[in-house]
């Protein structure tokens, strides 16, 4: 049952609520009849309202007792807001200036108060638009270095990732869901699956009919659920970020859990690699998006190569955690040898990325939640084939993993889709 504190906001009741809050009613000021409010959630989730004040401006989140982009018959508890705010709160001290700003977190509305980011859009809006964000992909980057380095087993000790362990792993709805919604559903036989259909109906039942890709990606769900690397986004798609041309801040990390680092990696990943493939869908006589394709593949050596480099600088520059301790590791003739290692377990995570990019694109492209680079080529017969070299593309990921030893490997395989 929804707890009995709660209510779903709405424009009188969230008035109410900030007015109550005085630093947030200062940030806004004026009086509450002087804000205007707008409700603006376009994710599968929750509430989002932006408040507009004289002198400054908020944005609140909720979570709702069911998965918005289904309606009341998929209910969903409404913890999700904690976890949201307690990643918030866990990587603070990495993540200065990469994040919205958090503010306040009302327990018993399960509502966080934060930065508005404005004038920020959403990197896929953008990047769907034929846009470009020449610092987006890096700073993506240098988030996630930061905040997988600082709380793994070699920036961490293990009393402090216990805790995070034990916080985050009650996350269970969100966990559930990802592992439901990403892993099983796409390649079972699951109601709540769409694709472009009829176009993509000989697709399907050719993946679902593929034991040795159903058996790879339950793999990959094996290691997502065992695999406590470090505390993950969960949801770091390009929807999860908002940019502008010079700021990018990553958002939306209610499905935060101690996990494996290469889930997060994977999923920004595929997420540039489906926008770069659909841009020939959202071409105009006169603006073919060939440019717009190129430019959004090249941002993925970008990102890898930010990611690595600064997760290994930070490791040698930060090295507290228990895996790896430095303490072992003082003799001169060490250095050489333990950077490999390093460098190994870095190569690694690129390989798990690879299996985790080809996993989320299917769940794109056949599961319940679609994404804007392909939903907005409103006509099936552009969509569909696009949709198709996609997904092929990620089945390549996913059984021939050892062609993609580097992120310029990816971008050939696109090149030559
Ligand atoms: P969900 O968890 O339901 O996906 P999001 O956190 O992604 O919700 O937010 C949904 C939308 O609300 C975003 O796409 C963005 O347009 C807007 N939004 C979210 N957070 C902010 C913010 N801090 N400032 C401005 N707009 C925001
Ligand atoms: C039922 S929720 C579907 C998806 O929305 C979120 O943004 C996550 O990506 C989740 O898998
Ligand atoms: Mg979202
Ligand atoms: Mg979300
Ligand atoms: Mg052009």
Redesign the pocket.
């Given at each position: 049952a929804t707890p009995a504190g709660y209510r779903a906001l709405d424009d009188a009741s969230l008035r109410d609520f900030l007015a109550g809050l005085p630093d947030l009613r200062d940030r806004l000021g004026g009086r509450p009849p002087d804000w205007s409010i707008i409700e603006?959630?376009?994710?599968?989730?929750?509430?989002?309202f932006?408040i507009d004040g004289p002198e400054g401006s908020l944005?609140v989140?909720q979570s709702l007792p069911y998965v918005?982009a289904a309606g009341e018959s998929w209910p969903l508890p409404l913890d999700?807001a904690f976890f949201?705010q307690s990643y918030y709160r866990a990587v603070a001290p990495y993540s200065e200036g990469l994040t919205?700003r958090f503010f306040y977190y009302q327990p018993e509305l399960y509502a966080i108060v934060?930065?508005?980011?404005?004038p920020?859009?959403?990197l896929r809006?953008g990047l769907i638009e034929g846009r470009r964000y020449p610092g987006a992909a890096a700073a993506v980057a240098e988030f996630a270095a930061r905040s997988t380095f600082a709380t793994s087993d070699f920036g961490a000790t293990l009393e402090e990732k216990a805790e995070l362990m034990s916080t985050f792993a009650r996350n269970t709805s969100l966990i559930r869901i990802t592992a439901e919604v990403v892993f099983t559903d796409p390649l079972a036989n699951s109601p709540r699956n769409r694709w472009t259909s009829p176009a993509l109906d000989g697709l399907a039942a050719e993946f679902r009919a593929d034991s040795a890709l159903k058996v790879t990606v339950a793999e990959w769900g094996r290691r997502f659920l065992t695999e406590a690397q470090a505390l993950i986004h969960g949801?770091l798609h390009t929807?999860?970020v908002?940019v502008t041309e010079t700021d990018t801040?990553v958002?939306?990390p209610?499905f935060a859990f101690v996990g494996p680092i290469g889930f997060d990696i994977g999923a920004f990943i595929a997420n540039l690699v489906m926008n770069a493939i659909a841009q020939a869908g959202h071409a105009t006589p006169g603006d073919d998006r060939k440019a717009e394709a190129d430019w959004v593949l090249s941002q993925v050596p970008v990102f890898w190569d930010t990611f690595s480099s600064r997760f290994l600088a930070l490791w040698d520059e930060k090295a507290r955690g228990d895996a790896y301790p430095p303490a072992m590791f003082s003799n001169p003739g060490d250095a050489a040898v333990l950077a490999g290692a390093r460098k190994a377990f870095v190569d690694r995570l690129f390989a798990d990325a690879i299996g985790y990019a080809g996993v989320k694109t299917i769940r794109r492209i056949l599961g319940f939640a679609h994404n804007a680079d392909f939903e907005l080529i409103a006509d099936p017969a552009r969509r569909a084939p696009l949709e198709a070299k996609s997904a092929r593309l990620a089945r390549t990921f996913l059984l021939e993993p050892h062609s993609f030893r580097t992120p310029d490997d990816i971008v050939a395989a696109v090149k030559a889709l």
């Open positions: 603006v959630g376009d994710g599968n989730l929750n509430l989002v932006l944005c989140k918005r999700r949201e919205p934060m930065e508005r980011l404005s920020h859009i959403i809006r949801d929807g999860s908002m801040r958002m939306d209610e």
